[in-house]
């Protein structure tokens, strides 16, 4: 018998945008490890980019994921298809065999689509199917070279900083061929102040655009990087205290609708290349929903039930997932969690099999204490 009193009990949380790593880069993280990291932060279903080796550009790759999700992993794990073969941009992957294989829609995360004609030609592919494309956005010529966002902290390190528009002008552009071509188009990860203003107005008018932000983008400045230390270092960059306040803003009057982790491991090795040369990427399982608890509702500035909202009806509802115990015949999904008790996020109780977050040392409430997934308790 489960003992849950003086405990919240929600719907097992749903993360659409995180890094499983397998396969092809086992050494940050497995479907294993990755599912019980997820289980650990109350996850209970979780959308896996593709930006594996190989991509996830075919049925076999599909499959694979799927059947080791069933066999080794501890959550329900969907796979997003990739939109150009190997993940170049030159040919489209074969959008309709990726479908009736699984996955939840197509996706350029971590490269970006730079050609306007291939993306025009994947979302009018997309629309034909009735599934979404989800954009990772971010124009290469302006952001080769930088690490950080163009600000404080790369002003005084004397760094070359990654600037607002490289994100915003592939929004604004998608918008218009979502518009065109009539798709959902799901932005990821938005971090800048115009993808706001941007998404606000394409909704406005109507355009089948939906979008996502990470915790570490609702609650960190580029004036909070304590150093060059590359735990601080992930794509798209923490921007300005302005920009911090635009995403919170935005999520605040729906103009994006859910958050995600971009759960993104990577080994402590590549990390200590330093900010200049580590890869981006931080952990964002375990921390997410202690972070925005503590953060939001704890000072009384959102209600526990628009947070727990923005972390499963809204998810489920954009892509038509079942969640909690909604879904008839199914078992439950569902997160228990101590709203009461503060516990500092300690490197060594961390179950990714990375350990690459910029949150170690802080003190945080909201932990999850129970996951049930599919009727199976997979955290404790
Ligand atoms: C992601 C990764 O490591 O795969 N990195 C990141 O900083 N978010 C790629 C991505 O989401 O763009
Ligand atoms: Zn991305
Ligand atoms: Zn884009
Ligand atoms: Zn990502």
Redesign the pocket.
Known sequence: VLDASGKLVAPGFIDM?V?LREPGFEHKETIATGTRSAARGGFTTIAC?P?TRPVIDTVDTVNYIKDKAETEGVVRVIPYGCITKNELGRELTDFAALKEAGVVGYTD??VGVQSAQMMKDAMALAASLGMPIIA?CEDNTLVEGAAVTEGAFAKKHGLKGIPNESEAIHVGRDVLLAEATGVHYHV??VSTEQSVRLIRHAKQFGIKVTAEVCPHHLVLSDEDIPGMDANW????PLRTPRDVQAVIEGLEDGTIDMIVT?H?P?SEEEKEKGMQLA????LGFETAFPLLYSKFVVTGKWTLGFLVDRMTAKPADVFGLPYGTLHAGSAADITIVDLETEQEVLKEEIVSKSKNTPFIGWKLQGWPVTTIASGNIVWS
Not at 233 to 236: E, F, G, I, L, V
Not at 279 to 282: E, S
């Open positions: 945008h890094h980019m930006n995360d971590g990772h990821c990860h270092k992930m794509n798209p971009d993104a990577h890869p981006f990427g931080i």
